[in-house]
């Protein structure tokens, strides 16, 4: 099995990678994706040819920048955790994250279990990151007792039960959140970025007879549409921004956007565009 799999990983590589290289390869090394803006139901950008958002380590490895020119990756820290925040206006946790270090998942941590944060456990973190990465998403409570447990017993689905309600005992704004974005999507069919990008639902199955497993498949995306796609939607901003930044102050050639994963942007800088003491300090 090990030979295997070490045979998939490098047969993948050649065939998505380096076999379909010559397809993609500008003069000069360079390679860049394709990126679509509107591929996603969420919103966030696709990757393709090749998709760089999945490339193995052997091959981020051998990508370098030029010569007299640095690499920088800049990306937001946490970006639906704060999305999500801000849309609820959850005060406390807003409070919170102006600590541009705060760990979101030790935040949750604290006030499920109550305790101070400098006093959250490996394995307080650990629960609180579970339903951080579950609720968003709409998990019920059999998935979060499988996330957490490993297994959807009674006994485990009750304790994952006590902890949901401990998760939202002190941001009931992000409870009302949740329920209202549910309550969009079940009245409306669609719901709302912050930005006014529009998602729409459809009850209905492909012999066109109204399915309940769709509808409670529409209202477990309704929240996290919401916050994944102001997130994205915030990204985009940024990206055109930048890209606005380069062009007004005459820097293509001195800033290259090379790259964009999800909420980060890679760039190649000419080294006599920045104080490279400063930033070699700084990272």
Known sequence: ??????????????????GKLPDFMYPGGFFFSSFGQISTATGRMSCSRPNSQQLPKSVTKIIVPRDNYIEIDADFSQIEYRTMTALAMEAHLIEQFRDPDSDFHTIMA????????????????????????????????????????????????????EL?????????????????????????????????????????????????????????????????????????????????????NKLFGKILITNMVHDEMLFEVDCNCINVKKADRKS
Do not use: C, W
């Open 1 to 18: 099995v090990g030979l295997y799999r070490e045979y998939k990983d490098l047969s993948s590589l050649v065939t998505k990678f380096f």
């Open 110 to 161: 604290s006030v499920m279990y109550q305790v101070q944060y400098a006093s959250v456990t490996p394995e307080m973190r650990s629960s609180a990151k579970s339903f951080n990465f579950g609720i968003p998403y709409g998990m019920g409570l059999k998935s979060l007792s499988i996330l957490l447990f490993g297994d959807s017993t009674q006994e485990h689905v009750e304790k994952a039960k």
């Open 164 to 248: 949901y309600e401990l998760y939202f005992k002190d941001q009931q704004n992000i409870r009302k959140f949740f329920d209202r974005a549910k309550e969009t999507a079940s009245v409306y069919k669609f719901n709302k970025t912050y930005f006014n990008r529009v998602r729409a639902y459809s009850f209905v199955d492909a012999e066109g007879n109204f399915s309940e497993a769709k509808k409670a498949m529409a209202l477990r995306q309704a929240g996290n549409f919401i916050i994944q796609g102001s997130s994205a939607d915030i990204f985009k901003i940024a990206v055109a921004r930048n890209f606005s930044f380069i062009r007004r």
